[in-house]
């Protein structure tokens, strides 16, 4: 099957394909006399293809099909996904960190659909590394606050940067304040193959797009550092969570339904910047 196919009839030979194509791989549709040539991708050089569908979604006739996952082709609606800069500068700004959850879990369908948008998320070379793991049961998590707990505990005689805080980050703990997961009912944590050094930066990128595409579900997050740092380093945290041999993770997450809304947006620093012209 060819890399991509034209529908000649729509094809307009703009060669805006051509100019988009990341991998310069598309020859631009021509007309010469009697004979139309439509834009092609020659089998020599269609290995070079990253599949980030450029050619397709910036046709603007949608002649053009590029044929990784053809039956997967989603068809945008006229103005689908439009939004003012008014209102995704409100969406953005009341985004909060979430430390206080209800006991409601959110449902299996509803993560999916979030981390479905994540997918999307750009990476380097479309590369596309990063698989997720989620921690569903809360009595699950709870384990694991308490492994990372551990984790803490074996740290008292090291001269890791935290190790000024881990007394007092303990001493919480056995008060019963959960300061690993803040209560949490589920656990995120972004998965990727050890030694490719694009992935961590890919994973980031794709948390972030989970980060922002919650509250649209009535969903809350909190970057999960002290996870996150655990999962890195003890083993018997990354025992727990059963990362296959070869993979690592890159950061996690903790989410669930907010116990309480936002209705305003808190103050930051000023907008720091430098122009070079």
Same mark, same amino acid.
């Given at each position: 099957?060819a890399?991509?196919t034209v529908d000649g009839?729509?094809c307009t030979?703009?060669g805006?394909c051509?100019?988009?194509? @990341?991998?310069?791989i598309?020859?631009?549709?021509?007309?010469?006399?009697?004979?139309? *040539?439509?834009?092609r991708?020659s089998?020599?050089r269609?290995g070079?293809?990253?599949?980030?569908?450029?050619?397709?979604v910036?046709?603007?006739s949608?002649?053009?099909?590029?044929?990784?996952?053809?039956d997967?082709?989603?068809k945008?609606? *006229?103005?689908?996904?439009?939004?003012?800069s008014e209102?995704? #500068?409100c969406?953005? *700004?009341?985004r909060r960190s979430?430390?206080?959850?209800?006991d409601?879990?959110?449902?299996?369908e509803?993560?999916?659909?979030?981390?479905?948008?994540?997918?999307?998320?750009?990476s380097g070379?479309?590369g *596309?590394?990063?698989?997720w793991?989620v921690v569903?049961d809360?009595?699950q998590?709870?384990k694991?606050? /308490?492994i990372?707990?551990?984790?803490?505990?074996?740290?008292?005689?090291?001269?890791?940067?935290?190790?000024?805080?881990?007394?007092?980050l303990i001493?919480a703990?056995?008060?019963? /304040?959960?300061?690993?997961?803040r209560?949490a009912?589920h656990?995120?944590?972004a998965?990727?193959?050890?030694?490719? %050094?694009?992935?961590p930066v890919?994973?980031?990128?794709?948390l972030?797009?989970?980060?922002v595409?919650a509250?649209?579900?009535g969903?809350g @997050?909190?970057?999960?550092g002290?996870?996150?740092?655990?999962?890195?380093?003890?083993?018997p945290l990354?025992?727990?969570l059963?990362i %296959?041999? #070869?993979?690592?993770?890159a950061?996690?997450?903790?989410?669930?339904?907010?116990?309480?809304?936002?209705y305003?947006?808190p103050r930051?620093?000023?907008?720091?910047?430098?122009?070079?012209e």
């Amino acid at each position: 099957m060819a890399l991509i196919t034209v529908d000649g009839d729509l094809c307009t030979r703009c060669g805006i394909c051509t100019a988009v194509c @990341t991998a310069n791989i598309i020859e631009s549709g021509v007309e010469s006399g009697d004979e139309i *040539q439509l834009p092609r991708a020659s089998e020599e050089r269609a290995g070079f293809c990253f599949g980030c569908g450029h050619c397709e979604v910036f046709c603007p006739s949608q002649a053009l099909a590029l044929n990784i996952g053809p039956d997967e082709r989603i068809k945008l609606p *006229q103005s689908s996904g439009e939004i003012s800069s008014e209102d995704i #500068g409100c969406y953005l *700004q009341k985004r909060r960190s979430v430390r206080r959850f209800t006991d409601e879990p959110v449902s299996k369908e509803k993560i999916l659909k979030i981390l479905d948008i994540a997918r999307y998320a750009p990476s380097g070379s479309n590369g *596309q590394p990063v698989s997720w793991l989620v921690v569903h049961d809360p009595k699950q998590v709870k384990k694991i606050a /308490e492994i990372v707990i551990e984790y803490m505990k074996s740290l008292a005689n090291t001269d890791h940067p935290l190790k000024g805080y881990l007394p007092m980050l303990i001493s919480a703990w056995d008060r019963g /304040e959960d300061i690993i997961c803040r209560g949490a009912p589920h656990l995120l944590f972004a998965i990727i193959p050890e030694g490719n %050094p694009i992935a961590p930066v890919d994973a980031i990128i794709a948390l972030t797009h989970f980060d922002v595409a919650a509250p649209a579900f009535g969903v809350g @997050t909190c970057w999960a550092g002290f996870l996150a740092m655990a999962a890195d380093a003890y083993q018997p945290l990354q025992e727990e969570l059963g990362i %296959p041999s #070869g993979k690592k993770s890159a950061y996690a997450m903790m989410f669930g339904h907010p116990r309480y809304k936002t209705y305003g947006i808190p103050r930051r620093n000023p907008l720091q910047l430098t122009w070079l012209e």
